[in-house]
């Protein structure tokens, strides 16, 4: 079964960490540039980073640059986003995607860059 699958996530307190990871299962991930969004009830889809095949190019929302970090290993076939320094700001449901991360001209953290989707995990920052 082709499918992205996101874990990692859960309650943490302000302050604290976390590593999500998105990991490819019924295709090899090296061929892709990989997103991340999140979500948060009432909200719109948001960018928040995302990374090129290679992953010698990456992208951060200014909300979260120097707190959060976007890598890859291509031979465990996942990506991953290590989020620190977690504000309350930050709880929202957070999903992997397949997509252009920017060459497609709708920037590199616009969904619309974006054509396949995992389920999401959800983060919760919270004390």
């Known amino acids: 079964q082709v499918q992205l699958v996101e874990s990692g996530g859960g309650l943490v307190q302000p302050g604290g960490s976390l590593r999500l990871s998105c990991a490819a299962s019924g295709f090899t991930l090296d061929y892709y540039n990989i997103g991340w969004f999140r979500q948060a009830p009432g909200k719109e889809r948001e960018g928040v980073s995302c990374?090129?095949?290679?992953?010698?190019?990456?992208y951060y929302a200014d909300s979260v640059k120097d707190r959060f970090t976007i890598s890859r290993d291509n031979a465990k076939n996942t990506v991953y986003l290590q989020m620190n320094s977690l504000k309350p700001e930050d709880s929202a449901v957070y999903y992997c995607?397949?997509?252009?991360?920017?060459?497609?001209?709708?920037?590199?953290?616009?969904?619309?860059?974006?054509?396949?989707w995992g389920q999401g995990t959800q983060v919760t920052v919270s004390s």
């Open positions: 990374i090129s095949k290679s992953g010698t190019s990456t």
């Open positions: 995607a397949t997509g252009a991360c920017g060459l497609a001209g709708w920037g590199p953290l616009s969904p619309y860059e974006y054509d396949f």
